[in-house]
């Protein structure tokens, strides 16, 4: 079984791709699940077939320790780790070729706290990999732009396993996509991006994040997607069959 965790900003579209990515592979003939581990969501774009929600309520937790919906958020996500054993039965009772698994809105309570890199650690599968959502909506500026890639640093040093960068909600941006995918491969091209566009105080800063971020190998394949149109699953897919894979021989 290969584990596929889907993190990003709050809105960045984790929930939609969820639902996208197991739709894809389910139509291509493997058998793919999805997991919700979001104890806050209200509504999901699709039916998880393991959900954290049976286990953890946040109604019950609001009124059980009198906590408003934030405060009860906070626990309940902590509380994931705990009921970790009952979603890793129930993966298991499915036999999935891949879990899909959808993170909790807020993607610092899955991996700044202690959950986040448990599950991502000890969920028992062949291979995991991550996905980080750059949401077009807000990397349309190239201080926006580093400011998330510093958030995906980030949380690779919080969740170890191979990350994928998504560019998501392409179907949004018009032709927009192509300047940030230079953005993201060409570091002197971003810099001067935000030499334009950035007051000096702003330039500092941001070619400085840069700069520090280079050192680390920043330089992204970054995949357009559209979890609307499915743009980019091709691609999706074939990448996480190389990380998956690795030198085996790759199937189309
Ligand atoms: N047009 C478009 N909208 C999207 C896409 N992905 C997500 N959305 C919308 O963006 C909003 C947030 O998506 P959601 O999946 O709930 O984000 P999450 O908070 O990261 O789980 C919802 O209104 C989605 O319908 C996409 O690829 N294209
Ligand atoms: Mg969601």
Known sequence: MYAIFITGTAGSGKSLLTSCLTQWFNAKGSYAIAVNLDPGALSLPYEPDVDIRDYIDIQTIMDSYQLGPNGALIFATDLIATRFQEIQ??????????????????????????????????IKCDERAILFLFDSMLVSTPINFVS?????????????????????????????????????????????????????????????????????????????????????????????????????????
């Open 148 to 252: 998330i890639a510093l958030l995906n640093a980030s949380i690779q040093l919080r969740l170890r396993a191979p990350h994928v960068a998504l560019l998501s909600k392409k179907d949004l941006i018009g032709e927009k996509w192509k300047k940030i995918l230079k953005w993201a491969s060409d570091r002197a091209a971003l810099e001067s991006a935000i030499k334009e566009e950035a007051r000096s105080i702003d330039y500092l800063l941001g070619s400085g994040i840069l700069r520090n971020l280079a050192r680390i190998g920043f330089s992204y394949e970054l995949i357009p997607v559209s979890a609307v149109t499915q743009e980019g699953m091709v691609e999706l897919s074939a990448t996480l069959t190389r990380i998956f894979k690795g030198g085996e021989e790759i199937e189309d």
């Open 89 to 122: 039965d129930e993966i298991d009772s499915l036999s999935p070729d891949y879990a899909i698994i959808d993170t909790p809105g807020q993607v610092e309570l899955f991996a700044y706290r202690n959950n986040g890199p448990y599950i991502v650690e000890n």
